[in-house]
């Protein structure tokens, strides 16, 4: 089973930037589609939202409306680690991120709407803070 350890958060001002990282373990990444998610604050964990996903090759990336162009999803299996650039960041984004596999055929699904997607191997998540 594939762990996974998100890092890279952080505070930033609104209109700052950060890149979040998503490293595996237990299994090379080479196999699995990848998708970023995020806990609004107060907000369940089983309420958790699509944010981006990338397909297994790396060759298809969907993202949520509210994100963009301005997130950009990216993979580096050599490295077995997905990463997620966020620019511009709103106030409204601030959340704990995390990653999991997904199934390749479900990236567009995760990011239009996340409720039918179950994973019970979430990591500890990184947190996001957007404040003046």
């Known amino acids: 089973q594939v762990q996974f350890v998100e890092s890279g958060g952080g505070l930033v001002q609104p209109g700052g930037s950060l890149r979040l990282s998503c490293t595996a373990s237990g299994s090379t990444l080479d196999n699995y589609a990848v998708g970023w998610f995020r806990q609004a604050p107060g907000k369940e964990l089983d309420a958790i939202s699509g944010?981006?996903?990338?397909?297994?090759?790396?060759?298809?990336?969907t993202y949520a409306d509210s994100v963009k162009g301005r997130f950009t999803i990216s993979r580096d299996n050599a490295k077995n680690t997905v990463y997620l650039q966020m620019n511009n960041l709103k106030p409204e984004d601030p959340a704990v991120y995390y990653c999991a596999t997904v199934p390749n055929d479900w990236i567009q699904t995760i990011v239009d709407d996340s409720a039918g997607f179950f994973n019970n191997n979430w990591g500890q998540g990184t947190q996001v803070t957007v404040s003046s």
């Open positions: 944010l981006s996903c990338i397909s297994t090759n790396g060759d298809r990336t």
